[in-house]
Structures are given as structure tokens and as C-alpha cells.
């Protein structure tokens, strides 16, 4: 994984070996970061979020689990 020095990646949060984490990325417990993919820059990922396989995440993104259960 590249992983800039104020990215932070909590036990519990799963990160591929070849992800690339901006700065000040945060990966919560139970979240998720698949093979080749990208997170930039002061973005989140909560628990639940899943960031696919080749997939980029822009900066400044927050992912996380709707707050409102089935919102149809």
C-alpha cells in the first residue's frame, strides 16, 4: 500500500497491498479499500464503506453506510 504520512489506517479497516492512501485519509474499522484503488487527499471512510477494486475516490470524500436504513 502507498500511504501518505498523515494517512491513518484503524485496526480493523482493510486496505490492499496496492492501494494508494493520500494525505490525511482516514480508514475506519470495518471499511474497506480494494486492489489498485485510489483514495485522495482529507477524505474518510467509515465503517461499512467499501471502495471497490480500481476504483478513485476524489478529495475531500466522505463514505459511509446510509444513516436512514432502507431509504427506498
Known amino acids: 500500500m502507498q ?10 479497516a ?3 497491498a ?3 492512501l493520500g494525505d490525511y ?6 471499511a474497506s479499500v ?3 484503488a485510489a483514495v ?3 477524505s474518510q471512510l467509515w465503517p461499512g ?3 471497490g477494486a480500481g ?12 444513516a436512514c436504513g432502507d431509504c427506498g
Open 3 to 12: 500511504c501518505a504520512e498523515t494517512a491513518i489506517v484503524h485496526p480493523g
Open 14 to 16: 482493510s486496505v490492499s
Open 18 to 20: 496496492s492501494a494508494r
Open 25 to 30: 485519509v482516514v480508514v475506519y474499522a470495518g
Open 34 to 36: 480494494g486492489d489498485g
Open 40 to 42: 485522495q487527499g482529507m
Open 49 to 51: 464503506a467499501q471502495v
Open 55 to 66: 476504483v478513485v475516490v476524489g478529495p475531500g470524500v466522505t463514505l459511509a453506510p446510509a
